[in-house]
Structure formats: structure tokens, C-alpha cells
């Protein structure tokens, strides 16, 4: 093994590639959002009500946000116990907003709009559908502190992980605030 | 305190701070570690460039038995049937085989060739070298990067092998025909397989953006302050911003496209009659896909193309021992190329009734690409004019890319006009413009890399002599070929078409196309010298003796002969000066390395 010098970083690296990998990902749903524009301008829209639940699962989001924000806060105060706890239930509630997004799926396919059917029902079903695969890669990736927090063997000091967790998880927050709005109002 | 044990004590006391200082360490490598999941980013680019060879053969190959196709209509060619099997029964291909083998060769050249083993390559190589760094900013997501480019790659190849054969609706993938599963027999699983192998090559593309960008914003060395920068790590840097923002917008159109597949929407689809009975799908518009599409589609050319810009910038200063000219202008060509390649999707577009309003705002901003392009173009030759300019393979394959960029570039402004380009839409005046601009230049750009980088890849030297070989035949091929399809292209030849020789107006081309595959051929045989040459010298060709062989200023050329992982043993240079001082106050060239004189201008 040989050991060289050691090299100064302005901001983590980690951060500074989740923070293009974020705005590669808006790219993504401003795709999206695009194509339901112009989709939306075409004969045959048909414009309905979203999902109630909706409504829910943004109140569960933006819950899990200040639980998160919360969790860093005490990493950074070394109060593991509470770091803990709030790590878990901001996963929790990752969970369930997935889950509330799924029983939403599920009334929109009782009122009569399958994924298969008008094309704007079909929007709504891609468009949440993938930011629900976000947001639970994002529990993924809590999961994974969780577990490193229970780990006896290694400790982690740096809080640089967690935060790009945290940083990550207001931005699916962010991004479903935005969804939620654009598909209420360009409906 | 040791060092090692120093660097752990400001771990711990820099615990929740912002700045970060990495252990700098390297294990010993065993075989697995140092070639095949290999987390140095010079034996990365090697991955990328060794596949992407493997993919040039594959793909060129496709290409000459469609020539041969289109050379000779009428004739067999037995030994096809032991290669392609019941693709090509009795020596003939057959209309399916011929459009599988069309939309094969353009996925795999635009993207794993053009793409991925240019860019891949050439930035991860570079980056880290250039700026100062001890590696990727993240090393691990750099390995994932090639492999998920491997996977794609694997999956891509698969499709090939399939009873229905691979996707033949084109590397565009237009809908309808990849949205039917039913529409041909190359819109079946080859499809599905062509969409889940580009998915994992987005995913591939990202990974490698995110590193290249964090990078070099990041973790440039001290000293290397924007403005010093090599044109090559601009040029690397607006790739990979064009690359992350614009493949996930690809990435949406093949998820809404893989929905209509397999899901029953219709994104896509609406009216579709089959055999007399109409589908049930309603309200979606094939024109959805194409905007989609071409947001990528369109940055993509400059994907292709910014890279190989970079490098001939830097190979023309080297190899003409002057400055760069007009480096700030550089600059800010590529950036206003960058702006402009996310405006101008629609021109691709014109005659699919787009509102003739907003096809001449497209007109105008794909016009305006013009500019930044010609101000690239004279500051090259203005680089080499009068120099004293050494004709090594990489500087004659630098000049080769400016000739090419010049052709090709002036034909876009004939096809960026909506008016002319109605007329030539789809014909092989679109094939001659973008093979020439796209396809040539890039691969001048992609050989100018490799001959004159292989010294640092390798320890060791390409042979010249072939080398010139593989220049002269490959500049005077490409424009024998592709000169001639700009006149058939105007003459109202169209693209695709697998027999035109029933067709009066065509036929009368028959000549002329036998002359192009004949030479495409010669062409691609004398890629397959360069391929030798490159495998060749990589074990058996001239050993370096020195550090800086080509008498460069970049950091790169700074390290070992052949640097370990970590690139400099000890401290990191520090860089005092641009990297383009060559002929200054009577000296053939300065480092970067070394500190401005009490009586020097920066340049």
C-alpha cells in the first residue's frame, strides 16, 4: 500500500453529484411535463379530478421532509438515539406516501380511467408512478443510514452521507409539490 | 504521527464540516480489481475505449454488407449466409435483414461508438490528468458507469441473436413501428431489448456526467483556476452537461414508449388501422415521440462532435507549437453551441406540419449555429497558420477533422433551411451531411485522440507508418463516398430504401453506388489496419523513453510514464500558467507547471 498526498475538495463530491444528478432528474419529468403540454393542447384530453389522496400523501411528503431535516440535525448533535428514531420514520412515511400514490392508482382505475385508457389518465399514472420509484429509491437510501447507524463495528462520523440522504429527500419533496400543482392546474 | 495516521485525526475532527479531505490511498490491485472492476479512471477509459472498438468493427461491418446490398442489388454473395445465416439466404439479405442492419448501425455508432467509447474514453482519461486529480470524484460510480455501458452494450448485442432479429424501425425508433409490436418483425422483441439496452446506457451516460462535471468543478488542482483549463476539458465539460440534461428527456419518451408496448396507452398511437381493423388507441400522436426524440437527438450530434473539437484544439497547438488562437473565444463557442443545441430539435421536424412560425424561428436558431462553429473553425486554422507544424498521424487526422467539419458544416446550413430541406428530407443528402460532420469528423477527432494519447495510455507508441496509411485512405475514402450522395441526395434519391433499382430515376445511380460500396470497403479494410496497429503497439510497439514525448505544456504529461492509480506519487503539481505556451520569448514550449517569470505576460 502506498499512501500520496492528500487532495482539498471545495464541496464533497458526493453533494456535487447529487446536486447535476437532481437537476438531471427534473430534466427528466420536465420531459414529462412537456408532453402532457402537448398532449394536453390535442383533441380528446379529458380532463377529471385527481385523487383525493393526493392530498394525503403531499401532507405524508412533506412530514417526512421535516422528520428528515430533523434526523440531520441530530446526527450533526451526536444524539444518535433520535437520529435513529427520525430516520426511521422519515423511511416510514416514505413507505406510505408510496402507498397512498398506489390506493390513488387504485380510485382512478375504479372511476373508470385505467392506465390503458383517456392518454391524460395515462400521464397521471407514468408521471407519479416514476416519482414514486424516486422517492422509494430514496427510502432505499435511508435504509442504508439506518443500518449504519445500528453498526457497531465501523463508526461514521461524517455526516456527509445523511445529508446528501436528507438533501435528496426535499427534493423529491420539492418535485412532488410541483407535480401535484402543474397536474392540478394544466389539467 | 504518520501520514495515514494524520489523515484520520483530521477526519475526525472535520466531521460534519462541508470540506471534505479524502484518504488518498491505493491497495495493491490483483487481476479482478486492476482490469476488470477496476476503479482507476485511465484503465476505465481503456474499458471504454476497447469496447468501443469491439462496437466500431461490429457496427462499420454492418454497414459495408448494406453497401453491398445497395452496390450490387442483383448479385449473391454465398459466404453472407454463413455469417447472417437465414438473414441472408442464397447470399442475398433479405428487406428485414436489410433495415435491421441499417437501425444496428446507427444505434451502435452514434451511441457506443460515437458516444460512449469517444466520450467515455477520452473524458475519463483526461479529466482527472488535466486538472489535476487524483481520480474521479467518485471513483466507484465511475466503475458502475462503464459497466452499466457493458450491460447495455450485452443486451444490445443479445438482441441480434434473437429469432425475430433486433430492431429495424430505424435508430430513431420512431413510432408507430416500435410502438406495434405487430407493425414488423423487427418491431417485436428487438425492440424491447433495444429499449432496455439504451435505458442502461442513459443510466451509463449519467453516472459518467455526474463524475466528469463534479470533477472537474471540484477537484482541480491548485492553481488550475477556470481560465487555465485545456480546451479539451472545456470541451469535455459541456458534453457532459449537454449529456445529463438532455438524456433523461430521451429517457421519458422510451419509458411513455414502453408503456405503449406493453401497457396499452397511447401516447403515441391513435387511428391505427391493421389489416382493415382499427386498434383501440386513441388521442396519442407519433409527433410526441419525435419532439422527445430530437431534444436529445439534437444535442446528441454535439455530444458527439464537442469532444473531438477539444482534442483537435489541443493536437493542433501541440503539433504546430503555437497558442491556441482566440482560447477565451473558444470558450464561448462551445458554450453558445451548448445553448443552441437544446433550441433547434424541431428542424429535424420540418415536414411533419409543424406551424410554418415556429419552423422559421428554427430556421434561425439553427442558422445561428453557424456562428460559433465558423469562429471554432478559423481559430484552428489561424492556430496552424504558420506554424511549424509536425505531420504526426494525430495532427494530420486534426486537419483531416477541420476539412470534414468545414463540408459537412456547410451543408447543414443548406438542410437548417426548412425550405430546402422539404425537398431534401430523407434523401442521401441528409446521409452524405451528417456521415460527413458526425460520423468522419468525430472519428477524425476520436483518431487524433488515440494516436496521439496512446503514449500515455500505453508507455508505448502506434506505428506511423500505418498510422499515415490509415490517414490518407480513410480522408480520400470518406470524401469518395460521401461527396457523391450529396448529388443523389439532390437528385431526389431517398434514404432506406432496400432495392432502388426498379426505379428509373434511381437506377441511373447504379454506377456510382457500386463505386461507393467498392470503396467502403477499402475504407473499412484499412480501419482493421488501424485496429492492428492499436492492439499491436499496445504490447509490441516503440517504448517511451521520456515523459513528454509530444514536448506538451498539460498536466498530463506531468506523470510517470505509467502511472500508477493516484497519477503523481507525492504532491500534486501545482499549475501557474494556460496550457498553451508554445513559442513564447524564444522557448518551443513552458510547462504548466512552471511559474510565470518576473517579466512575462500570463499569454
Known amino acids: ?187 | 504521527m504518520s501520514n495515514e495516521a494524520t489523515l484520520h485525526s483530521q477526519q475526525e475532527v472535520m466531521h460534519g464540516a462541508h470540506d471534505h479531505h479524502d484518504h488518498e490511498h491505493h491497495h495493491e490491485d490483483n487481476f479482478i480489481s486492476k482490469y476488470v472492476f477496476s476503479l482507476d479512471h485511465k484503465m476505465i477509459a481503456k474499458q471504454f475505449l476497447i469496447t468501443g472498438i469491439v462496437w466500431a468493427i461490429i457496427g462499420a461491418f454492418f454497414s459495408v454488407v448494406f453497401r453491398l446490398q445497395l452496390g450490387f442489388p442483383d448479385a449473391t454473395f454465398p459466404w453472407l449466409e454463413s455469417i447472417l445465416g437465414h438473414w441472408a439466404k442464397g447470399g442475398r439479405i433479405t428487406p428485414e435483414a436489410y433495415y435491421a442492419l441499417v437501425t444496428m448501425h446507427g444505434t451502435i455508432l452514434v451511441f457506443f461508438v460515437l458516444t460512449a467509447g469517444l466520450s467515455g474514453t477520452f473524458s475519463n482519461l483526461l479529466i482527472p490528468l488535466q486538472v489535476g486529480a487524483r481520480d474521479m470524484a467518485s471513483p466507484f460510480m465511475n466503475c458502475l458507469s462503464y459497466w452499466f455501458f457493458f450491460l447495455a452494450s450485452l443486451v444490445m448485442m443479445a438482441s441480434l441473436f434473437v429469432q425475430t432479429g433486433p430492431a429495424s424501425g430505424g435508430w430513431t425508433m420512431y413510432p408507430p413501428l416500435s410502438a406495434l409490436g405487430d407493425a414488423s418483425i423487427g418491431s417485436k422483441i428487438g425492440v424491447d431489448l433495444w429499449l432496455t439496452s439504451m435505458a442502461l446506457f442513459v443510466v451509463s451516460q449519467l453516472l459518467g456526467g455526474l463524475n466528469y462535471i463534479s470533477t472537474l468543478l471540484n477537484m482541480r488542482t491548485k492553481g488550475m483556476s477556470m481560465t487555465k483549463m485545456p480546451l479539451t476539458i472545456w470541451s469535455f465539460f459541456f458534453t457532459a452537461v449537454l449529456g445529463v440534461l438532455s438524456f433523461p428527456v430521451l429517457l421519458s419518451g422510451f419509458i411513455l414508449l414502453l408503456f405503449d408496448r406493453h401497457a396499452g396507452t397511447s401516447f403515441y398511437l391513435s387511428d391505427i388501422f391493421i389489416a382493415g381493423k382499427a386498434l383501440a388507441n386513441e388521442g396519442g400522436s407519433a409527433i410526441l415521440y419525435q419532439h422527445l426524440f430530437w431534444f436529445l437527438g439534437h444535442p446528441e450530434v454535439y455530444i458527439i462532435i464537442l469532444p473531438a473539437m477539444g482534442m483537435v484544439s489541443e493536437v493542433l497547438a501541440v503539433s504546430s507549437r503555437k497558442p491556441i488562437f482566440g482560447y477565451l473565444a473558444m470558450i464561448g463557442s462551445l458554450f453558445a453551441i451548448c445553448i443552441l443545441a437544446f433550441l433547434v430539435w424541431a428542424h429535424h421536424m420540418f415536414v411533419t406540419g409543424l406551424n410554418p412560425f415556429l419552423g422559421a424561428f428554427f430556421v434561425l436558431l439553427t442558422l445561428l449555429i453557424a456562428v460559433p462553429s465558423a469562429i471554432k473553425v478559423f481559430n484552428w486554422l489561424t492556430t496552424i497558420w504558420k506554424g511549424n507544424i509536425r505531420f504526426t498521424p494525430a495532427s494530420l487526422f486534426s486537419i483531416g477533422f477541420v476539412s470534414t467539419f468545414i463540408s459537412g458544416g456547410l451543408t447543414g446550413i443548406w438542410l437548417g433551411n426548412s425550405s430546402i430541406d422539404i425537398h431534401l428530407h430523407d434523401t442521401y443528402f441528409v446521409i452524405a451531411h451528417f456521415h460527413i460532420v458526425m460520423g468522419v469528423s468525430a472519428f477524425f477527432g476520436m483518431f487524433a485522440g488515440i494516436y496521439h494519447w496512446f503514449p500515455k495510455m500505453y508507455g508505448r507508441f502506434m506505428n506511423n507508418t500505418i498510422g499515415y496509411i490509415h490517414f490518407w485512405v480513410t480522408l480520400i475514402g470518406a470524401y469518395l463516398i460521401f461527396w457523391p450522395m450529396h448529388y443523389e441526395g439532390m437528385a431526389g434519391m431517398p434514404r432506406r430504401y432496400f432495392d432502388y433499382s426498379s426505379w428509373t430515376s434511381f437506377n441511373q445511380f447504379g454506377g456510382l453506388n457500386q463505386f461507393i460500396s467498392i470503396v467502403v470497403i477499402l475504407v473499412f479494410a484499412t480501419q482493421l489496419l488501424f485496429v492492428f496497429n492499436f492492439f499491436y503497439s499496445i504490447f509490441k510497439g516503440r517504448k517511451l523513453t521520456e515523459q513528454n514525448p509530444w514536448k506538451a505544456t498539460s498536466l498530463e504529461w506531468t506523470t510517470p510514464i505509467n502511472p500508477g492509480h493516484g497519477n503523481w506519487p507525492g504532491e500534486i503539481p501545482e499549475v501557474h500558467r494556460w496550457a498553451y505556451d508554445y513559442s513564447k520569448d524564444g522557448r518551443d514550449f513552458i510547462p504548466q507547471t512552471e511559474p510565470i517569470g518576473p517579466n512575462e505576460s500570463a499569454h
Not at chain 1, 427534473?26 to 385523487?51: C, D, H
Request: contains cysteine; charged residues 10%.
Open chain 1, 1 to 187: 500500500m502506498h499512501t500520496m498526498s492528500i487532495q482539498r475538495k471545495k464541496i464533497h463530491p458526493h453533494k456535487y453529484s447529487l446536486w447535476i444528478a437532481m437537476g438531471s432528474i427534473t430534466m427528466m419529468f420536465i420531459g414529462f411535463t412537456s408532453a402532457y403540454v402537448v398532449k394536453r393542447s390535442q383533441a380528446n384530453w379529458l380532463a377529471f379530478e385527481l385523487p383525493h389522496i393526493f392530498w394525503l400523501s403531499t401532507a405524508v411528503i412533506l412530514l417526512s421532509s421535516l422528520t428528515v431535516h430533523l434526523a440531520l440535525k441530530q446526527f450533526r448533535e451526536r444524539n444518535m438515539q433520535r437520529y435513529k428514531q427520525l430516520i426511521t420514520i422519515t423511511a416510514l412515511l416514505g413507505v406510505i406516501f408510496a402507498a397512498c400514490q398506489w390506493i390513488g392508482f387504485s380510485q382512478l382505475k375504479n372511476s373508470g380511467l385505467p392506465l390503458n385508457g383517456p392518454v391524460s389518465a395515462s400521464f397521471i399514472y407514468v408521471i407519479v408512478g416514476v416519482h414514486m420509484l424516486h422517492v422509494l429509491g430514496g427510502v432505499v437510501a435511508l435504509l442504508i443510514m439506518f443500518a449504519r447507524a445500528y453498526r457497531t463495528r465501523i463508526r461514521t462520523y461524517s455526516s456527509v452521507p445523511i445529508e446528501v440522504a436528507a438533501t435528496y429527500w426535499h427534493f423529491v419533496d420539492v418535485l412532488w409539490i410541483y407535480l401535484l400543482i402543474f397536474l392540478s392546474i394544466a389539467r
